[in-house]
């Protein structure tokens, strides 16, 4: 019996080993915050860790809310899609790097326009020295192209600044070592992004709650963001054409993902995004399918 | 600051003779590569050794040192590197200060199950062309899911003791920036560079067990997945055709012929000695991962070197408790049998073999102190040294262990409390010691009777691969109970010191007796009931709040008085088979009742709750008293 014991106590073990190991190490892109192709994350790549993901997201919009919040429907739908790639690198175990472009495809039912879509370079800083989940993010956007639909992203096709504060409410990993993470988990971040031309300054924000499903290689997040502009503030005008990046504008919208870690290293993620309210902004309705990889140097 | 404990308990072996041949021409050619003052040191007492032994004297020497690392770091990076995240893999600029020099490298985190304790294990990489006493890597291990600080010592110990092919084990205190940070275990890192120094030659074939996969178990249906199941560390490529012609030889060779199988390809020692120490320290985490094979084309042979001994010495995992509670858990076991740990047809064959089996025995009489064993020796070494004893004589004899731990108790014990950083939780620092010599007291009495002790039938007590499976399959999902009458009795002499009370056919020791006082030679006699609810109690006590076990002692001589003190143990071997009641939260709160003329009568009892063990003290019995003892909290 002493032998069986312990036979099976090593299958078990391993199988049980593994899975931890998996949930502690792997970096979930549910982590990584998709909105409007930009990326900010509350996690800090390991030094010499690299994450490599990439994407594609596709958007439509029957309508769009006036400066006075009420909706108002376009005469044709328009639609947008993005492939981006994204990657980061931990640079040392106080800063990492990251990088992410996109092509994006416009189509507002009149006219269409794509290309290579603004690059993104930054470095991310760790708020907590000894915690992850804790971090700080400074940003360059560095636009490739004039955009003549922009009615998706105000701003697009402009230098920017980005900077932002990320917070995800995890246990201290030392006062209960080896507990998996809770049944939820929540998050936050807060920040603000300056763009050339007066157009495209925004605050936004978001909070998070994410708990995982079926077993612990799944996960489910559910988010509500917000933005407004600071910028664009001038008065008049029709909105009858859709939103107007010359006015002040406003959005709150939702999301649901689902990931799933196929390896310690690798994972996919689907998400659904719905705007629930805004002013001067598209009301768009958002499907994402992403997959995203990590390797050490 | 640096403190040495002399044991002279411990010998040197043929393999230790190479060694420190090797390290004489190493400190002759290249004293520069292989500073050393340890080393040198090292030395002096082993020629003084020899000096001893020319003469036919049976001194022997060991030493327990520990040292003083100092490392010198940027003051945030060694805060931390020790605080950061468990599976965060950054590492860090280092400088070990050795001798006033600095060698530059870089330092990380490493393990896998110490990492989530602040008290982490470290690895320093020295930078390309350093070396820190010959080594380019410093590996230190935290110890810190073994609160007793010794199990990896102990067992390197015991390995090196013997002869066996292992890496330098020293204990260090880690200072960084000067403060003290802990007690680590500095074990050299193995690889071919060990090799050589060891003169094996460093052009061989290393492998090591794949950890995940479980597989490294030699058996006929993984000899054709070597891939999976071993790691080739050198030469690094995917040339397993030396591994695979041993383990289809090692599954082809008749047992019968598994000695000259063995002599030819193995250095046999390594087999024995690996067997033996699995015995010795009950591990059953290995034969089919935790050890290394390498190939020394200088010797044409295979040796085996042993690894990872966190579970032992009555460290159990268990079967069903979640991570991490399967391997950090209250289970302890003295009692499993000589061999165990998964099959693997090096360590099924090697038993049944009656030459090597033979060979196994004597080695585990030598450890026991039972027979000494010589070194099988060279043309030369007859010359000047005769009848060599082994290293490793009576290391296990309880005097001797415990000694041993004592030592290392008061050294550790010492400044512990000024540890930067804690490992795991459990039971202070002397209980984990004192079950660690529990241990030793009573695995040492079981071993002895199983392997060495016939049956009152005249048979043997244990065989290789005696095993009876269970009459229906185990449910992995319900308690396990097996309810047993243990019947010992032994004669005390009034001059008896102490005595084990051992159930005769299942060679079981079941309570231990220090003789306080006795007034004639007389007739002792233990029953023990097992896993069974007491039914009798005191009044206010549950039975779920009770040990399931109980216990009568008495005397068969008329008019005998005696006084002892007692120690009795309980089972607790997994969650699925134990006698703690259900109600027992704390096992702390565990005090032993006597029934004596019909009273329940509670006595003062300590207890140690990782060893299992209640212990009284000054209990006084007449042979006309039945003493029933059962064990609850209150």
Redesign the interface.
Known sequence: ??????????????R??????IL??SVPLWLIIFYSNVYASAWMQ????SLIATGTSYSIADSFWKRDGKLAQYSTRHKQGVYYLYGEY?Y??YYNIFASTGWTYSDNGTSTDSGVDDVKIGIRGRLN????GRTWEIAAILPTRKWYLSDYRPGQGKYGLEAGIFYRFRPN??EN??AEYPHSIWGGGLGTTLRSGGVGGEVWGYGNWQKNLFSPLWKIEIKLSALSSFAGAETGSVDIYGPNDSFHYDQISSDISLSYSLSRTTGINLSYKQDLWGRNINKNETVHAGIYTTW?K | MEEIIRFWNTNFTNIQMARIKTKIKTSIFSISSYSCNSFIRVIRVQVLFFGLTVGGLQAEASEIQFKTLELEMDS??A??LF??????????PVAVVDEGKRIHGRVEVIG?FSR???KKSILIKLDEGQRWQGNKKISLKSMSTDLSYMREWLTWNLISSLGMVSPRVEYYRLNINKQFIGFFLFIEWIDTSMFDRLGLGKDGEFYNTND?T?CGDMSPDNQNRLQECWAKLSPKDKDYTSLKKLIEGINETPVEDFDKFLTKHFDVDSVINWLVVNTIISN??TY??NYFLYFSKKTGKWVVIPWDFDLSFGRN????L???R??LNDNY?YF??PE????NPLKEKTLKNKQLFNAFKNRISHVFGITMERESQGFFEKLFIKDKPLGGFAWFRPDEFQSRVTALENIVGRDLTKERYPG?KGEPFEQQVEALQLYNQWRYVLLKKLIFDPTPFNTAHWLPYF?FP?LSP?D?TKR?TIPLILSTTAEVLPTDKSVVLMEELLARPVGMLDIQSLNKPARVRLEVETERVPESLPAGIHPSKCIQRIWYLDIKTPDTILKVNMQLDYLQ??SLHHEIGEQITDERGLSLWVMQNYKWRKLKTSINTLANVLKTEALELTSSDLLRFIACEE
């Open positions: 019996m002493n032998k069986n014991l312990i036979s099976h106590r090593d299958a078990e073990a391993q049980k080993t593994y899975l931890f190991i502690s190490v390991t030094e010499g860790d931990g040392s175990y020295l000894f915690r992850n990993p030392y070592p080896f050490k | 945030r990076d805060e931390v605080r950061k995240e468990p599976y965060d893999t950054s590492s860090f896998q989530n304790f602040l995940e479980y059953g985490d089919n991962k995992a268990d079967p069903v979640p991570f991490p399967n391997i076991t499993y049998p165990l740990g998964s099959p795991s095993i269970p185990v992995m396990q071997e997994s």
